[in-house]
Antibody, heavy 126, light 110 residues
Framework: QVHLVESGGGVVQPGRSLRLSCAAS????????FHWVRQAPGKGLEWVAD????????FYADSLRGRFTISRDDSKNTVYLQLNSLRGEDTAVYYC???????????????????WGKGTTVTVSS | QSALTQPASLSGSPGQSITISCTGT?????????VSWYQQYPGKAPKLIIY???NRPSSIYNRFSGSKSDNTASLTISGLQAEDEADYYC??????????FGGGTKLTVL
């Protein structure tokens, strides 16, 4: 069974940092890229970032570049999202989703997110 | 990158067909056949129901279908059922090498 389980969310003061984790199981982790997508309370989905199967490619939403960093540890089958200089508008449920094998320059790259975790909640408040 | 445009809400009766539109630009929907659709129940994670404009994962009923014309993608649900009541989001790959989502459509089954 393919599973993604996010953790690391919580209540944090503005300006502070948080690291989210996404633990994967049920498939060969090192073959796949991953995305982070967030959803503010009562709002729609917002794509945050993705990284390739080998960690060589990382892309971020324009509005978040410089504050958020995506990374992976294949020895732990885990993807991370480092959130820095947090603001109230970063309050959201953060979802991890499985991306594609290969990179954007690879044939048969998959431009969608086929497996999602249940999310972890980040609340930025003083 | 601006969000894709979806109607905020739609409704239909059981057995009917409904279509949810998703409008973008030539930099996203119009430029790529990489539109996907996701279904989300309240408090739950999104679920992939359509990818690459019109392809369905094997676990998704064939009542769900997708299409695209110019800068607008569409999701059609035929034979509407009570269990289809959910939020639906479109997404597209973009010229900026990133993804963008629509604002979401709340589907009510009357």
């Amino acid at each position: 069974q393919v599973h993604l389980v996010e953790s690391g969310g919580g209540v944090v003061q503005p300006g502070r940092s948080l690291r989210l984790s996404c633990a994967a199981s049920g498939f060969i982790f090192s073959y796949y890229g991953f995305h982070w997508v967030r959803q503010a309370p009562g709002k729609g989905l917002e794509w945050v970032a993705d990284l390739s199967f080998d960690g060589s490619d990382k892309f971020y939403a324009d509005s978040l570049r410089g504050r958020f960093t995506i990374s992976r540890d294949d020895s732990k089958n885990t993807v991370y999202l480092q959130l820095n200089s947090l603001r109230g508008e970063d309050t959201a449920v953060y979802y991890c989703a499985r991306g594609s094998m290969g990179t954007r320059t690879t044939n048969n790259y998959d431009y969608y997110m086929d497996v999602w975790g249940k999310g972890t909640t980040v609340t930025v408040s003083s | 990158q601006s969000a894709l445009t979806q109607p905020a809400s739609l409704s239909g009766s059981p057995g009917q067909s409904i279509t949810i539109s998703c409008t973008g630009t030539s930099s996203d929907i119009g430029g790529y056949n990489y539109v996907s659709w996701y279904q989300q129940y309240p408090g739950k994670a999104p679920k992939l129901i359509i990818y690459d404009v019109s392809n369905r994962p094997s676990s998704i009923y064939n009542r769900f279908s997708g299409s695209k014309s110019d800068n607008t993608a569409s999701l059609t649900i035929s034979g509407l059922q009570a269990e289809d009541e959910a939020d639906y989001y479109c997404s597209s790959y973009t010229d900026s090498s990133i993804w963008v989502f629509g604002g979401g459509t709340k589907l009510t089954v009357l």
